[in-house]
């Protein structure tokens, strides 16, 4: 069983990705973050960590920044309302897929199985 | 890895094999100006990397990689900056380059191919976690995949970006992580020893207190993993 992590400031956001990891993805939440610098923390002392689920647009700095900033590499799944900024994610290695809000559970199947 | 150029422009083209000829281990077997073409071409023999443009006359290159059976990995190539999202979309499209592209750019975009065909390379019979667990593995040995029963292997060990895979005849190199393919392993009869080393422990001949012996091989095992190895034991 894959171990994830949920970084994301809208609550109801939130529980929909925690419900599709469970009910559909079989992964474990190892935790839920609505700030970029908890998850930071958590995720770069955590090796366990193998698939993040990310929004861009965060309250204390951009999804893009995060990555920036991981001294880990998890497989990361964007998720954003946000169909702007697929060309910038292509840039970062560690993101394997870029899912547009709201989440649609075919679709998140479909990224859980790139990672 | 070899690749094919899809680009209905011969400038295009020109460009992206100035950039191929930057990569050490990529050789181009050929150039298609109609997407058409390149399926024909494909249907017939497999490539790993595929460049292609996106706005081609007639068929798309999105309508290219519907068609597309290859399991080939996709690099888009494209002037057009709007189209990333819909990428998104398509598994085998690995990576999305707008022109004009960098040889730093396109280096990156190499690497990530490369890891991506590593990735797929190692996969295990019978496809995905939640079916029925085989009782064999599939390696990639120089582009091979050859398959290893499961009851052959005697351990693995890590070696950087390598994993070596120990049988009774043969050592395998692969390219791959000990936490990559401790999760293809039916965890019955394998255990982890120690941090480089995962062992098949019925082959186990005897234990000493830091290391076990599996035919002629002396294994380490740490500390922290020695409990589990115990409990694991019918130990008189």
Known sequence: MKNCVIVEDEF???????????????????????????????????????????????????????????????????VTSDKNLALTAYNFDLVVDYLVKPLQKDRFIEAINQC | MNCIIVDDQDSARLVVRQLCEGIKDL???????????????????????????IHMPGFSGFDFVQTLKSPAQIVLITADKDLAIEAYEYESISDYLVKPITQER????????????????????????????????????????????????LFIKAKGDYIDVKTHKEMYVVHSTLKKIKDKLPDNIFLQTHRSYIINFTKIIDI???????????????????????RRLNLL
């Open chain 1, 12 to 78: 109801t956001a939130q529980e929909v990705a925690k419900h599709l990891a469970v009910k559909y993805g079989d992964l474990n939440i190892l935790g839920t973050f609505d700030n970029a610098e908890d998850a930071l923390k958590f995720i770069n002392k955590n090796e366990t960590v193998d698939i993040v689920f990310l929004d861009i647009h965060l309250p204390d700095m951009s999804g893009f920044s995060f990555l920036e900033n991981l001294t880990s590499t998890p497989k990361v799944v964007l």
């Open chain 2, 27 to 53: 050789d181009i077997i050929e150039e298609f100006s109609s997407a058409i073409e390149a399926i024909k071409f494909l249907n017939q023999q497999s490539v790993d990397v595929i460049f292609l443009d």
């Open chain 2, 106 to 153: 396109f280096n990156k975009s190499m690497n990530k191919v490369k890891n991506k065909l590593h990735r797929t390379s190692m996969m295990q019979h019978g496809g995905s976690s939640s079916d029925l667990i085989g009782n064999d593995l599939y390696i990639n040995i120089d582009r091979r995949l050859t398959k290893l029963k499961f009851d052959d292997i």
């Open chain 2, 208 to 230: 000493e207190d830091n290391s076990v012996l599996i035919e002629k091989n002396v294994i380490p095992i740490s500390r922290s993993n020695r409990p589990e190895l115990i």
